[in-house]
Every structure is written in structure tokens, then in C-alpha cells.
T-cell receptor, first 114, second 114 residues
Framework: DAKTTQPTSMDCAEGRAANLPCNHS???????VYWYRQIHSQGPQYIIHGLKNNETNEMASLIITEDRKSSTLILPHATLRDTAVYYC???????????????FGQGTILTVHP | DAGVTQSPTHLIKTRGQQVTLRCSPKSGHDTVSWYQQALGQGPQFIFQ???????QRGNFPDRFSGHQFPNYSSELNVNALLLGDSALYLC?????????????FGEGSWLTVV
């Protein structure tokens, strides 16, 4: 699976948009970009995923560049409860031999402050 | 619809003992993966079960073993516990049908080895 690179930490003011970048320059055509977050002492929470089109759900938006080498997770109106470690992971599709095996990096520690 | 459920939530074992952790996947999911997360680290893939067989394995010794039952639930067994096995053990479930299916995590089982 392709490796990802994320900033170690980011700060965001409450109510503002949080934009978390991720580089995945070696991503292959059958790999999706997934975002998870982990609040202290809890299991990772699924946020959003995409293949090549931008995606939006009730939690966030995912912007994937046209060459698919990088993406940005956008939390449109960050709250204090969004403070967490955010992981960007690339995963093979369900037919791939390594499907389901997530390789977590260090992630980005997002701190939302009042 | 219950998500991924794990039990027990917390347990304390003595060095050399054996432990069994349990996981029920999300409804409709047939694949279960297990992860170990040491304090301050990202989750590390242990192994994955599908159709009651181990399909993928991470870099963990044979002391770590598992089982999947016909109802897709799963157990993680760790023998001859070491102090270094103290960690949060996470179960994740997914479905092999379709592409880009979401992988969901449980809240984990905290294991302390003393």
C-alpha cells in the first residue's frame, strides 16, 4: 500500500474550517484514500473516503487532486470535540490482496482551540 | 444497527498468562481484522480473518492467534503474555463485497500486563 505523509500537528480556531493535508504520491489506481480520526482512548472513527472525485458527507469534505497524489480533509466548522489525531490512509479496493489491512502512520494531531 | 462491539473493555493479566479478546462485527460484515495500539503509537495490523481463515498477517509472533466463527465473530488469543503486550487491542470489520467498502472499528479492549 502507498505511504502517506501528514504534518505532525495543526491548530484551528473553533468555528473555522480545518484543512488537513495528506501526500500520497505513490498511490496506485486501485487504492482509495480514507480518513479516520482517533479521540484519546477511543477506537478510530471513520470520517470519509474517496477514489478520485471529491466527496462530502455530514462530517467532512475530501478534496483529491487530479493526479491523486495528495488530498485535503476539510472540517468546515471545527468544534472543540474535533480535537483528535487524524489519519490519512490509502487502501486497496475490496478485491485487492491486502484489502482491509490498514497501515497507520503517525497522523496529524489537530487541536481546536476556543 | 450495532457497530463493532468488543469485550472486555478493560482487563489486567499477569505475565505468562493467556488472554482471549472477543469481537462482533458490524451487521452485514464478514471480515474481521485485529490491531494492537501501544500508548502513543498508531494501530498496528495483527491479522485478518475471512471465511473462518486467517488471510493476512502482520509482523506479530505466533503467540498471537485468532479464530473466526460461522457468525463472523472473532477472537484474539495471546499466549505467554509479556509486559510489552500491554496495549489497546482494536477490532475492525468490513465486507468483501463491492469496492471501497468502509472499515469500521470497535472501541477496543485495554489490556494491562503486570
Amino acid at each position: 500500500d502507498a505511504k502517506t505523509t501528514q504534518p505532525t500537528s495543526m491548530d484551528c480556531a473553533e468555528g473555522r474550517a480545518a484543512n488537513l493535508p495528506c501526500n500520497h504520491s505513490t498511490i496506485s489506481g486501485n487504492e482509495y484514500v480514507y480518513w479516520y480520526r482517533q479521540i484519546h482512548s477511543q477506537g478510530p472513527q471513520y470520517i470519509i473516503h474517496g477514489l478520485k472525485n471529491n466527496e462530502t458527507n455530514e462530517m467532512a469534505s475530501l478534496i483529491i487532486t487530479e493526479d491523486r497524489k495528495s488530498s485535503t480533509l476539510i472540517l468546515p466548522h471545527a468544534t472543540l470535540r474535533d480535537t483528535a489525531v487524524y489519519y490519512c490512509i490509502v487502501i486497496q479496493h475490496a478485491g485487492g490482496t491486502s484489502y482491509g489491512k490498514l497501515t497507520f502512520g503517525q497522523g496529524t494531531i489537530l487541536t481546536v482551540h476556543p | 444497527d450495532a457497530g463493532v462491539t468488543q469485550s472486555p473493555t478493560h482487563l489486567i493479566k499477569t505475565r505468562g498468562q493467556q488472554v482471549t479478546l472477543r469481537c462482533s462485527p458490524k451487521s452485514g460484515h464478514d471480515t474481521v481484522s485485529w490491531y494492537q495500539q501501544a500508548l502513543g503509537q498508531g494501530p498496528q495490523f495483527i491479522f485478518q480473518y475471512y471465511e473462518e481463515e486467517e488471510r493476512q498477517r502482520g509482523n506479530f509472533p505466533d503467540r498471537f492467534s485468532g479464530h473466526q466463527f460461522p457468525n463472523y465473530s472473532s477472537e484474539l488469543n495471546v499466549n505467554a503474555l509479556l509486559l510489552g503486550d500491554s496495549a489497546l487491542y482494536l477490532c475492525a470489520s468490513s465486507s468483501t463485497g463491492g469496492f471501497g467498502n468502509t472499515i469500521y472499528f470497535g472501541e477496543g479492549s485495554w489490556l494491562t500486563v503486570v
